[in-house]
């Protein structure tokens, strides 16, 4: 008895582990499939709205050999809330768009820049910058699209240039960026403050909910597993005849 009470306990704190480890996984693999869903419909809501509290379409370019989608998003650092903008780049016409095949291929020039009266952002020299350099468009094959993040530390006109593999532009845009919150405040403080335009991604609780088939799936299979190995292992005292 005393062996079987302690397999059931040794199989419940196990059981607590995988629990964490599959929704952990789940809620994962969910922001991926999101990805891949918002590139293969041009539609990237889902994909915001699952990855950061709040978002808004700023600009959207189509052109026949590409097009560009413009978010402007919202995070938090250390407690603090900060606005973003976040470039998606898909649709691309590979009979002219070269797209690399090795992921750190230090040939791929594609990159975004951004620039005032002076560059205050490079995608390529950041990733230097960080020791860290991959590229881009070798994501291009898995997800069908990319997109870069950047984030303005001040209120004026932005321009944004986008280059292809061999370091040639290929579109540029305008944006004036105006803060659409106060400094210092925390996501929680943002309901009020927003314009109505604003999105709200999903809760913890929203997301929660899209994953735990998958997890009660996972705990189901090893709940199965559980109960054939421990019929296996105490099948003498369980099955024993009875004299």
Not at 32 to 59: G, W
Not at 88 to 101: A, D, G, P, Q, Y
Not at 154 to 181: A, C, P, V
Request: hydrophobic residues 40%; aromatic residues 18%; without cysteine.
């Amino acid at each position: 008895m005393i062996k079987k009470i302690l397999y059931l306990l040794f199989a419940f704190i196990i059981g607590v582990g995988i629990y964490f480890l599959s929704m952990n996984y789940a809620l994962e693999a969910k922001q991926i499939e999101f990805l891949k869903q918002s590139f293969s419909e041009s539609d990237y809501q889902n994909y915001l709205a699952y990855s950061t509290p709040f978002f808004r379409k700023k600009e959207i370019i189509q052109e026949d050999d590409f097009q560009i989608q413009v978010y402007e998003i919202i995070g938090e650092e250390n407690g603090t809330a900060f606005s973003a903008y976040a470039v998606f780049v898909n649709r691309l016409n590979l009979e002219k768009f070269t797209i690399s095949e090795d992921l750190f291929d230090q040939n791929d020039l594609t990159n975004l820049t951004v620039e005032t009266d002076v560059l205050v952002y490079s995608h390529i020299d950041e990733m230097k910058l960080k020791d860290n350099f991959i590229s881009i468009t070798k994501g291009y094959r898995e997800y069908k699209g990319y997109y870069y993040i950047f984030v303005p530390e001040e209120e004026r006109e932005y321009l944004f240039t986008l280059y292809d593999y061999e370091g040639m532009k290929f579109s540029d845009f305008k944006i004036n960026y105006n803060f659409s919150f106060e400094s210092n405040l925390g996501l929680n403080d943002l309901d009020d403050e927003l314009e109505q335009d604003w999105l709200k991604g999903y809760t913890g609780d929203e997301k929660i909910n899209l994953v735990l088939g998958r997890v009660h799936r996972d705990m189901l299979i090893y709940g199965i597993f559980i109960v054939l190995f421990g019929l296996f292992l105490f099948r003498k005292t369980i099955f024993r005849k009875r004299t």
